[in-house]
């Protein structure tokens, strides 16, 4: 099999399972009990939040982070959350017009509830900060643009946000869903200048379950669940302490400056072998790009055509983003400015650090075959 599917979701590493079925069968204790093992169990907690925290690369003991079942929870928790808090602040908010699924559906509804939406573009993976030079005013209340596409790899300036938020709406929050960039960058997250960080746990080899929101110091937020006080009275709920330790656990073993080089390496691979043998396939290159997410676009095969083929022979890769993969058109390849034809015969690759050079070229040889046996049977 090749596993060309890591932006949708990656195999959990050896370590973190053995970890989470440790604190299943061990350290089952509810952090919130007041006896010697729900402390046990509240220590594990503590410690996998200053694990975070780290590798995020805080530096103010005031900042926190506050641990949700997935990056959608996250988003959820960031942009509601914020927006709570700032009831009587202004009505616009901002984000970006790539935003994924779980950011723009967030969007259609602050829409519905009065806000003046406003969306970024984002041709080429390009952030347009003339727009935003151009309409960041007073009554901005939220910026929100992610770190890095799902679907293209393209990687925004959230540094540049932060400064033109500063200089025109200072009191906006600026929020950041980074799934696809943690623990994928050298530089820590935390110096993007977002207020609010999202992430996901099983975007880096822990299990499905965890994610959370990095808060950096003195940011409300208002809490979108009611119950207990758990997750400092930001999220309440039993923390699921297995698939914390293990998200904690896969963090601890992420090398960014190793991973990205292989990764690197094999997507400079591929791309070499692409330009030598199939000049035919187009490859989406954004601006700034993340060397984990491979954009391609095929010369009039649908994806879920390629796809298909490309299954079958236990290689697998996706059409744009699994979670938008029912839906028809694609919003986020459309703004980076493919047409819809060219949108549909889109597939993307998304790598990690366990894919190999050998890997790349079994995929070129497949597709190689798929194209010329696909574009014979029109
Ligand atoms: N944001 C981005 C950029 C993503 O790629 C994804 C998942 O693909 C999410 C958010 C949602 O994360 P989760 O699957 O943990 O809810």
Known sequence: ??????????????????????????????PSSVHDFG????KLLKEARKTILSKLGSVDRNDDFIFTSCGTEANNLAIFGALGARKHGGKTVFFSDSEHASVYAISKELEKNGYNVRYIPTKNGLLDLDFCKNNFTK?????????????????YDINALDSLRKKLCPEAVLHTDAVQAF???EKP?????????????????????????????????????LGG?????????????????AFAQAVLETDEKSNIKTVEQVRDHLVLMLSEKLAQVKINVPENFSPFVLSLTLPGIKSEVMLRYLSAKGIYVSAG?????????????????????????????????YNTKDEADEFVKALSDGISSLVSQK
């Open 39 to 42: 402390y046990e169990a509240e």
């Open 183 to 185: 623990c994928k960058t």
């Open 229 to 245: 006080g758990q997750e400092k009275d930001i999220r309440p709920g039993t923390e699921a302490l297995p698939a914390i330790c």
């Open 189 to 225: 997250l935390c110096r993007c200048g977002a207020d609010l960080i999202s992430i996901s746990g099983h975007k880096v080899h822990a299990p499905k379950g965890s994610g959370g929101l990095f808060i950096k110091a003195k940011t409300r937020i208002t809490p979108l669940l």
């Open 321 to 353: 983003s699994a979670c938008t993969s029912k839906h028809r058109e694609n919003r986020v390849l459309s703004a980076f400015g493919l047409d819809f034809k060219n949108a549909d015969c889109t597939i993307r690759l998304s790598f990690c650090e």
């Open 1 to 30: 099999m090749i596993y060309f599917d890591n932006a949708a979701t990656t195999k959990v590493s050896d370590n973190a399972a053995k970890k989470a079925f440790e604190v299943m069968t061990e350290f089952y204790g509810n």
């Open 139 to 155: 009554d901005t209340v939220l910026i929100s643009c992610m770190y890095a596409n799902n679907e293209t790899g393209a990687v």
